[in-house]
């Protein structure tokens, strides 16, 4: 057996609890997908145009993640969850309330977006100590969007 298969098969078994971790950030970024688009459907008020375009720039950013995540659970040997079933109850993001204002969106947004970053560090944790340095690199790269997300969206909301 060559070295790199070596390091594969230990690598690989592994992951158990990275994969966990990887489908939560699948399971958080779908429920967060269907969240934005109710948010980009039902916004109204002044700020129509600016959130109704930022909600679809953040599903967009949802669904490249979600993809990027599930592609990479895959290549590690795992299974992305893919029913809603499964990722309403590993989601860290809870479905879209009805009625809400167009800052209360806003509000709600930021909130889901520091608790993807908690499970996103979670899996940067697990990926760390599985010596998966692609998945690692992958969640760094996720959190840095989200920071400067945060960062808008806290602006639009003047704090």
Same mark, same amino acid.
Request: positive net charge; glycine residues 10%; charged residues 10%.
């Given at each position: 057996m060559s070295t790199m298969q070596t390091n594969y098969n230990t690598f690989t078994s592994n992951t158990t609890a990275l994969q966990e971790a990887l489908n939560r950030q699948i399971a958080g970024w779908s429920v967060l997908y269907t969240k934005l688009h109710n !948010?980009?459907?039902?916004?109204?008020?002044?700020?129509? !145009?600016t959130l109704h375009a930022k909600f679809e720039e953040l599903y967009n950013l949802a669904t490249a993640n979600m993809d990027e995540a599930a592609e990479r659970l895959l290549t590690i040997g795992g299974r992305p969850v893919a029913t809603m079933a499964e990722q309403l109850r590993l989601s860290p993001i809870k479905e879209a309330e009805a009625q809400l204002s167009a800052e209360q969106m806003v509000e709600q947004v930021v909130a889901d977006l520091h608790a993807m970053k908690e499970v996103i560090r979670q899996g940067i944790d697990e990926a760390g100590e599985a010596g998966d340095n692609a998945t690692e690199d992958m969640g760094i790269g996720f959190t840095a969007t989200l920071d400067k997300e945060i960062w808008m969206l806290n602006a639009f909301l003047g704090k």
């Open positions: !948010f980009h459907w039902y916004v109204k008020g002044p700020h129509f !145009f």
